[in-house]
Nanobody
Framework: QVQLVESGGGLVQPGGSLKLSCTSS????????LAWYRRPPGKGRELILQ???????DVTNSVKTRFTFSRDNAKNTFYLHMKGVLPEDTAVYYC?????????????WGQGTQVTVSS
């Protein structure tokens, strides 16, 4: 069973920056998908950014110029760099890993970390 441990959430002022981390118990160097999702209050979970077979893919236009993805394979960790945060970025953020490509390969989720943007 692969475990994902998230960290880095918290309270941040509008316009500020935050870095979320997701550390995997498994080797992620050849993972098929690494991704970040979020669930705003009262809304469904949405995909923010994902990396498919090593190729970054922006999904949500609202974060395209503000959020970036990076990874450190040596640490089995990937990151969500958030800058210029807005109140509407308030959400629980989840990391997601799919190690293998087949549609029925297991999906793994982090426990979620709360990000609150408020002055």
């Amino acid at each position: 069973q692969v475990q994902l441990v998230e960290s880095g959430g918290g309270l941040v002022q509008p316009g500020g920056s935050l870095k979320l981390s997701c550390t995997s118990s498994a080797n992620i160097s050849s993972a098929y998908i690494l991704a970040w999702y979020r669930r705003p209050p009262g809304k469904g979970r949405e995909l923010i950014l994902q990396n498919i077979a090593g190729t970054p893919t922006d999904v949500t236009n609202s974060v395209k110029t503000r959020f970036t993805f990076s990874r450190d394979n040596a640490k089995n960790t990937f990151y969500l760099h958030m800058k210029g945060v807005l109140p509407e970025d308030t959400a629980v953020y989840y990391c997601y890993v799919k190690l293998l490509k087949p549609w029925d390969a297991p999906n793994y989720w982090g426990q979620g970390t709360q990000v609150t943007v408020s002055s």
